[in-house]
């Protein structure tokens, strides 16, 4: 029973197969990552310690939506509040948290996004993700790159060369939807 279970739950994993990485279980993604396995396991940390922190936060409760994806410590906040106050309140809990290197605060003043809106995201995260497989440039590879979507615009994380990044920009700006690319990567040349 507990095969078919895990058998029929395999789709909804969404390619993210668990190994063992110096004791602590970590998907599949991090085999490709060019962060090591701390950053990551960090990263995972960071977001689940953020939405915590934001959620218990008492001058944000039921005033928006806020979400933060972190990458190599950089944790970028993204989605809608009422008021300038709440997107510095929002900023400067993040901040606070332990092994938060930097904070890109992209949270806007407005209502929540519908959900219409926030289909269209989804797909547009897709399409970009999709995009990023015509990049052809030697040994780059697609799953290195994390995108987010807010609202239309597309956000690049990751560890690139300048030439993969601007490639990976390249193929991204045109993807029907895209209203505006923003490049939060960091630069590394790669080994060889």
Avoid: W
């Amino acid at each position: 029973m507990a095969t078919l279970l895990l058998v029929g739950a395999a789709p909804l994993l969404g390619g993210c197969v668990p190994l063992l990485v110096g004791g602590a279980a970590v998907g599949a993604a991090a085999v490709h990552d060019r962060r090591d396995s701390t950053a990551f396991i960090d990263d995972q940390q960071i977001e689940f310690a953020a939405t915590a922190a934001l959620d218990d936060e008492p001058g944000l409760k039921g005033r928006g939506r806020v979400s933060v994806t972190s990458y190599n410590l950089v944790a970028l906040l993204t989605g809608q509040v009422r008021t300038e106050a709440e997107v510095a309140l929002a900023g400067g809990v993040v901040r606070r948290l332990s092994k938060v290197r930097k904070v890109v605060n992209e949270v806007t003043i407005g209502p929540d996004i519908n959900l219409a809106r926030k289909s269209e995201d989804v797909l547009l995260t897709s399409r970009a993700k999709l995009a990023l497989f015509k990049v052809e440039i030697l040994n780059f590879d697609p799953t290195r790159v994390k995108v987010v979507t807010e609202n239309g615009v597309v956000y690049l994380l990751g560890l690139v060369s300048v030439a993969e990044g601007d490639a990976a920009v390249a193929h991204v700006r045109y993807v029907p939807g895209v209203v505006q690319v923003v490049k939060l990567f960091e630069y590394q040349e790669p080994k060889v």
